[in-house]
């Protein structure tokens, strides 16, 4: 009872890593690897896990304390209703088309955002950095 208390906290906690197949893509490419769900102290529910494919961007905000923001450019959900339970470990492979963005800086990295929604508990996050050729 106490292990569940301290997980809905964040303490103990399922915790999230995203794997790509590869460290280089290019574009058009299919963006493919897995999330890896590493169960914490107790028992938890997740509802869905949400990549987000991001572009980081200067901010012409003169008022702004950020030099740079977050550009959304896709978005993929894994629905995936389950138990992750104590100690167990949980792969969700994924796969999504890496489309042909017009980029609004230079780039030739993109971050990929992998939220975990966790039922009465901590939603777990974890960045991960995709490189563009």
Same mark, same amino acid.
């Given at each position: 009872?106490? $292990? /569940?208390?301290? &997980?809905?906290?964040?303490? +103990?906690?399922l &915790?999230? !890593?995203?794997?790509?197949?590869k460290?280089?893509?290019?574009? =058009?490419?299919?963006? /493919?690897? /897995?999330?890896?769900?590493?169960?914490?102290? #107790?028992?938890? @529910?997740?509802? %869905?896990?949400?990549?987000?494919?991001? !572009?980081? /961007?200067? =901010?012409? &905000?003169?008022?702004?304390?950020?030099? $740079?923001?977050?550009?959304?450019?896709?978005?993929? $959900?894994?629905?995936? *209703? @389950?138990?992750? !339970? #104590?100690?167990?470990?949980?792969?969700k492979?994924? !796969?999504?088309?890496?489309?042909?963005? *017009?980029? @609004? %800086?230079? &780039?030739? #990295?993109?971050?990929?955002?992998?939220?975990?929604?966790?039922?009465? +508990? #901590?939603?777990? *996050?974890?960045?991960?950095?995709?490189?563009? @050729?």
């Amino acid at each position: 009872m106490f $292990e /569940k208390i301290l &997980t809905s906290l964040g303490v +103990g906690a399922l &915790t999230v !890593e995203t794997r790509l197949e590869k460290d280089v893509f290019d574009a =058009n490419e299919l963006i /493919k690897g /897995k999330v890896v769900l590493n169960g914490g102290d #107790a028992d938890q @529910q997740i509802s %869905k896990i949400k990549l987000s494919l991001i !572009e980081h /961007k200067e =901010n012409e &905000t003169e008022h702004s304390d950020f030099d $740079e923001m977050e550009n959304v450019l896709q978005v993929y $959900e894994i629905h995936s *209703e @389950q138990v992750v !339970e #104590a100690a167990q470990t949980v792969e969700k492979p994924f !796969e999504f088309p890496l489309e042909n963005y *017009e980029f @609004q %800086k230079d &780039t030739d #990295a993109l971050t990929l955002r992998t939220y975990v929604y966790i039922d009465n +508990g #901590a939603d777990a *996050e974890e960045d991960a950095e995709i490189s563009i @050729q």
